[in-house]
């Protein structure tokens, strides 16, 4: 296993370390690294769990049926395309679209944590529990923390469902939208 990871790659510098990243078992049923897209230097970044089957194949997050809500969520809410970035906790896909466990994202956490300081965001918006419990605190859950704000060395922080929850359960819909417009009125307070 490669545990190298140089803090200072630049954007194209991460972008080679991690398509040939091994630092997990993910590495071994992968077809693609999916790192993330977007504005490199957008001022708000969703991350969600990991990539899906669609993500996998194509090499982007979010272009699954989840990823399809979402734009049509962002875009609803003009939210620009150059307005965010978005990427997962995890960079491969696990197997049949499970939860990441804690050695898989112990591994990729490294990837993310580049990622951030090469965005400089101001408001991170964790989509669903994987990364909620990771960026926020561990011992949180979606359902109540939801639409909740805290500030982590500087950036904002909230959370909102996983939009793959919606596709299950379509009653939860009403909240996502609801904190993905707190989430444009508080990026409207930062440009006041
Ligand atoms: S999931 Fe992350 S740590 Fe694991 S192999 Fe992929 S890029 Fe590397």
């Not at 909620?132 to 939801?146: A, C, F, G």
């Not at 959370?159 to 009653?171: D, G, I, M, V």
Request: one cysteine or more; proline letters at 4%; glycine letters at 6%.
């Amino acid at each position: 296993m490669d545990n190298l990871v140089n803090t200072n790659y630049t954007w194209n510098e991460l972008t080679s370390a991690c398509n040939k990243c091994t630092r997990c078992a993910l590495c071994r049923d992968r077809t693609n690294v999916v790192i993330g897209r977007g504005n490199p230097s957008a001022d708000v970044m969703f991350v969600g769990e990991g990539p899906g089957k669609q993500e996998d194949l194509q090499g982007e997050p979010f272009v699954g049926a989840a990823g399809q809500l979402l734009n049509s969520a962002l875009t609803a809410l003009r939210f620009s395309q150059d307005s965010y970035y978005i990427t997962n906790i995890v960079k491969c896909r696990p197997e049949n679209n499970r939860e990441p466990v804690a050695e898989e994202i112990g591994a990729c956490i490294e990837w993310l944590r580049i990622q951030t300081r090469l965005v400089q965001p101001k408001v991170v918006v964790c989509l669903g529990n994987v990364a909620l419990k990771t960026l926020i605190d561990k011992d949180m859950s979606i359902s109540k923390e939801r639409g909740n704000w805290y500030v982590k060395k500087g950036i904002l922080f909230t959370s909102t469902y996983h939009p793959a929850a919606l596709l299950r359960r379509s009653e939860l819909k009403q909240d996502f939208w609801q904190d993905l417009e707190a989430v444009k009125a508080k990026m409207e307070t930062l440009y006041e």
